[in-house]
Nanobody
Framework: QVQLVESGGGLVQAGGSLRLSCAVS????????MGWFRQAPGKEREFVAA????????YYADSVKGRFTISRDNAKNMVYLEMNSLSLEDTAVYYC????????????????????WGQGTQVTVSS
């Protein structure tokens, strides 16, 4: 069983930055493709970013490309999401996910499924 715990969310002004962290326990994080997803009130969960097991491949939603960066430190069993130039539209609960599939398939999954989920961390962007 894998446990994922997100941290780093909070309130930030538009144009600001936040760094989310996801601590992985239970199994070595390098076993899994890792991803970040988000869900805004009244909206479906959407894919944000994914990273391959070794960190060599990354995938981003068009809406965050160039502003967000996903990274991982397998030695520390941590995954990160660096978010810059935040806008009101980025307000959501952000979830860390871990998955057994190939990273490309994980990122492309329209069902936005994941083998494991964290509990989420709130990110609120104010004007």
């Amino acid at each position: 069983q894998v446990q994922l715990v997100e941290s780093g969310g909070g309130l930030v002004q538009a144009g600001g930055s936040l760094r989310l962290s996801c601590a992985v326990s239970g199994r070595t994080s390098s076993t899994y493709a890792m991803g970040w997803f988000r869900q805004a009130p009244g909206k479906e969960r959407e894919f944000v970013a994914a990273i391959s097991r070794g960190g060599g491949s990354t995938y981003y939603a068009d809406s965050v490309k160039g502003r967000f960066t996903i990274s991982r430190d397998n030695a520390k069993n941590m995954v990160y999401l660096e978010m810059n130039s935040l806008s009101l539209e980025d307000t959501a609960v952000y979830y860390c996910g871990a998955d057994n599939r190939a990273t490309r398939d994980y990122a492309a999954d329209r069902a936005r499924a994941s083998s494991y989920w964290g509990q989420g961390t709130q990110v609120t962007v104010s004007s």
